[in-house]
Each structure stands twice: as structure tokens, then as C-alpha cells.
Nanobody, 123 residues
Framework: VQLVESGGGLVQSGGSLRVSCAAS????????IAWFRQVPGKEREGIACITGWNRATYAQSIEGRFTLSRDNAKNMVSLQMNNLQPEDTAVYYCAAGLLSRLCTHRRADYPYWGQGTQVTVSA
């Protein structure tokens, strides 16, 4: 299983970015994809996840601003991030886990991880 993130970068406060996760080696419908983020000195935080059947859940900190989308034919999951704030600055990781009906934001449920992509939001 391989996960590759793309699309991070630098944006001003209030701006938007889209990060994507390309997966290989998995059967899309059987795997949930989650997004986590981490800042130095803090725990990696689960912020959103989506099942193979497009059931998504979001952490309160990003709900209403971030939206997941999934294309099983392309094995791709994207996270559209709107109204970004400086506190959203972090390394963003996607992860895959064998969760078909419900997904979680728990790190332990995801054995496969991408390398991360930096998102920086300037004030």
C-alpha cells in the first residue's frame, strides 16, 4: 500500500488550498481514508475521514470549512480547505485503514500513511 499526498503550500489567512491523497495497492471500497495534521511538539490530530462508500466525518475544528471528496475509480481522496486560518498550519497526512462502514479519527486505526505535505497559512 502506498499513499502520496500532494497540493500543500503557502496561503494567506482566509484563502483556500486543496490537498490530495493518491492511493495504490488497496481496494478502495474496503478502505477508509483519513486526514491528520501535526504541528511540532503536538500530537498528530485526526481531522476528517471518509469511507469507501463516501461517508465522511469531520472534527469540530474544521467542520464547515473543509470538505472531503473521493474518487474510487482513481483511488484518490481530496481535502478542500477553505477559509484557512494560521492555526491550520501543519503537516497534513493521509492514512488508510480497513474500515468499511464507519471511519474514525484515531491514529491507531490506520496502518498505512503518506509522507505528509506542509500547509502554511500566513496571517
Amino acid at each position: 500500500v502506498q499513499l502520496v499526498e500532494s497540493g500543500g503550500g503557502l496561503v494567506q489567512s482566509g484563502g483556500s488550498l486543496r490537498v490530495s491523497c493518491a492511493a495504490s495497492g488497496i481496494i478502495s471500497e474496503h478502505y477508509a481514508i483519513a486526514w491528520f495534521r501535526q504541528v511540532p511538539g503536538k500530537e498528530r490530530e485526526g481531522i476528517a475521514c471518509i469511507t469507501g462508500w463516501n461517508r465522511a466525518t469531520y472534527a469540530q475544528s474544521i467542520e464547515g470549512r473543509f470538505t472531503l471528496s473521493r474518487d474510487n475509480a482513481k483511488n484518490m481522496v481530496s481535502l478542500q480547505m477553505n477559509n484557512l486560518q494560521p492555526e491550520d498550519t501543519a503537516v497534513y497526512y493521509c492514512a488508510a485503514g480497513l474500515l468499511s462502514r464507519l471511519c474514525t479519527h484515531r491514529r491507531a486505526d490506520y496502518p498505512y500513511w503518506g509522507q505528509g505535505t506542509q500547509v502554511t497559512v500566513s496571517a
